[in-house]
Nanobody
Framework: QVQLVESGGGLVQAGDSLRLSCAAS????????MGWFRQAPGKEREFVAG????????VYTNSVKGRFAITRDNSKNTVYLQMNSLKPEDTAVYYC????????????????WGQGTQVTVSS
């Protein structure tokens, strides 16, 4: 069973940057495919960034393309979400998750979730 611990959230101003971290343990990290989701108050959890195994590429929801980047450091068992040029609409609780099976953009494809980290962007 994989355990995930997220960190790096906070309160920032529009235009600022943040880097979220998600440290994994409990399974060989190189075998894990992970993604980032977010959930704003009153909204459904939405896909933010992840990996398309079939194409071997990173993928992003349209609203964050060019601003966010998902990377991983296998030596640290950690996945990162670098968020630049933050906007108030990026405000949400951000979750990392482990892909189990299926589409990378669907929450139901992920079977292990972190506790979430709050990101608040003020205008």
């Amino acid at each position: 069973q994989v355990q995930l611990v997220e960190s790096g959230g906070g309160l920032v101003q529009a235009g600022d940057s943040l880097r979220l971290s998600c440290a994994a343990s409990g399974r060989p990290f190189v075998s894990i495919v992970m993604g980032w989701f977010r959930q704003a108050p009153g909204k459904e959890r939405e896909f933010v960034a992840g990996f398309d195994k079939s194409r071997g590429t990173t993928v992003y929801t349209n609203s964050v393309k060019g601003r966010f980047a998902i990377t991983r450091d296998n030596s640290k068992n950690t996945v990162y979400l670098q968020m630049n040029s933050l906007k108030p609409e990026d405000t949400a609780v951000y979750y990392c998750a482990v892909l189990f099976s299926g589409s990378y953009s669907e929450p139901r494809s992920y079977d292990t979730w972190g506790q979430g980290t709050q990101v608040t962007v003020s205008s």
